[in-house]
């Protein structure tokens, strides 16, 4: 039988075992400090660099020339123009502009989006379309639409990065909205049942249970619209819908929301009543379902 240590050596081990430990978490809160340090710097650098840039930006975009305000460019903050002015790395190319070897045809919807917030996509073909969603992601503008988990029913859950809602309860209206306020989002509706709806909703009425949302819906297992879910739904498109089917929702320049299935119009279903209200991505599900955001 082996004996035990002293105790006065447990002692001195846990102590030694204990100064090892503080001595190497003060290693690691001067690494912490020092790299907080190097980012506050960087952070100043930055600042300064965009500060000293000129009012107006020049850009070259595939050989098209566009006139910018700076403050423009810099609207979305981590964009491609906040490393183009802040990093202090690029430089303008020959006539002092900055080139983009992007679509030019449809750069006036980018800087449309920087002005005020909307992406407008109506008139567009569907290449063109790509061609728009191409810029904005190289230029990291393409917001990242998930749903808002603190405006969601407890009868649904958030998966998949916040980008997929399912519901599994009948009977009962389960809503969820989204994180942000846009003018087109795509969804993936991959099961549904009787009674469940794609839409767009302001948030001052939301409600997270219960019928009465209102906005602007269509209900997939009819094609029905509603202005007011469970109370206003009138025929509008029929049985187009299928699991699986990818709804877009859009709203126009003009104040018309459309739906679309699979990349194919199906026609102006409303008018936006208060064109100044924000609208963003709602669901509605009273049959059990799973809707997930795309691309």
């Not at 809160?29 to 660099?49: N, S």
């Not at 030019?104 to 919807?109: G, H, I, L, S, Y």
């Not at 087109?184 to 469940?196: I, K, L, Q, T, Y």
């Not at 879910?229 to 699986?244: A, I, K, L, Q, W």
């Amino acid at each position: 039988m082996v004996n035990p240590p002293p105790p006065m050596e447990l002692i001195q081990h846990a102590a030694e075992t204990l100064a090892k430990a503080q001595k190497l978490m003060e290693v690691q809160a001067k690494d912490l400090e020092a790299k907080q340090a190097r980012w506050q710097e960087q952070e100043r650098r930055v600042l300064a660099t965009l500060a000293s840039a000129p009012n107006l930006i020049t850009l070259n975009v595939g050989g098209t020339p566009f006139t910018v305000p700076k403050e423009t460019l810099l609207r979305v903050e981590g964009s491609y123009f906040y490393a183009m002015l802040g990093s202090g790395h690029w430089k303008p190319d020959n006539g002092n502009a900055f080139f983009l070897d992007l679509h030019a045809a449809t750069f006036d919807r980018i800087l449309t989006y920087l002005r005020t917030g909307k992406l407008w996509l109506d008139g567009l073909s569907k290449g063109e379309v790509a061609q728009v969603r191409a810029s904005m992601e190289y230029l990291q503008l393409a917001s990242s639409t998930s749903w808002d988990p603190a405006a969601c029913s407890t009868h649904m859950d958030i998966t998949n990065d916040m980008k997929t809602v399912t519901t599994s309860t009948l009977g009962k209206g389960n809503s969820v909205i989204g994180l942000d306020p846009v003018t087109s989002f795509s969804v993936r509706v991959e099961a549904f049942g009787p009674s469940n709806y794609v839409g767009l909703s302001p948030r001052p009425s939301f409600k997270l249970d219960g019928a009465g949302n209102r906005g602007y819906y269509v209900r997939l297992s009819d094609g029905y619209t509603t202005t007011h879910v469970g109370f206003e739904d009138r025929p509008s498109y029929g049985n187009v819908f299928t699991p699986g089917d990818v709804v877009t929702v859009r709203v126009s320049s003009d104040e018309k929301i459309h739906f679309e299935r699979n990349g194919q119009e199906l026609g102006v279903a409303f008018t936006i009543t208060d064109p100044d209200m924000a609208l963003y991505p709602a669901v509605t599900m009273y049959s059990r379902g799973r809707v997930t955001f795309v691309a």
